[in-house]
């Protein structure tokens, strides 16, 4: 028998199904016995502040992250290795997080990079 090398990398997953309305309710009765949560009023973060610019959400995304971890500016910068002003700007969005900036920050504030693009 085969030993697992690898887990998972996903804890959750979201189901989308197509089916006859008349068993909507049954079926999301169902699910959420199973330990699921019913999404269908959730709004997408980036459609809650219309009047955010991309670059200015991705920042409050990642002041937001930074805060959670309990960092400040000057340790983040230090931690990723680059400078502090930098870090203001990505959070101001007067800078934009690339990709690779996005998985060094990533990987430093214990976070999928992907948040940053």
Not at 22 to 30: G, L, Y
Not at 71 to 76: C, D, N, R, V
Not at 81 to 105: N, Y
């Amino acid at each position: 028998m085969q030993e697992r090398k690898k887990k998972h990398p996903i804890e959750s997953v979201e189901l989308r199904f197509l089916g006859p309305i008349v068993n909507m309710s049954k079926a999301i009765d169902s699910l959420k016995s199973l330990g699921f949560i019913d999404k269908s009023d959730s709004v997408p973060w980036r459609e809650t502040y219309p009047e955010f610019s991309e670059r200015e959400l991705i920042g409050k995304a990642l002041a937001g992250v930074r805060y959670r971890e309990g960092l400040t500016q000057i340790k983040l910068s230090e931690m990723a290795g680059i400078p502090q002003r930098h870090i203001s700007e990505m959070e101001t969005g007067k800078r934009p997080i690339g990709k690779e900036m996005a998985k060094r920050l990533g990987k430093v504030l214990n976070i999928s990079y992907k948040v940053f693009l």
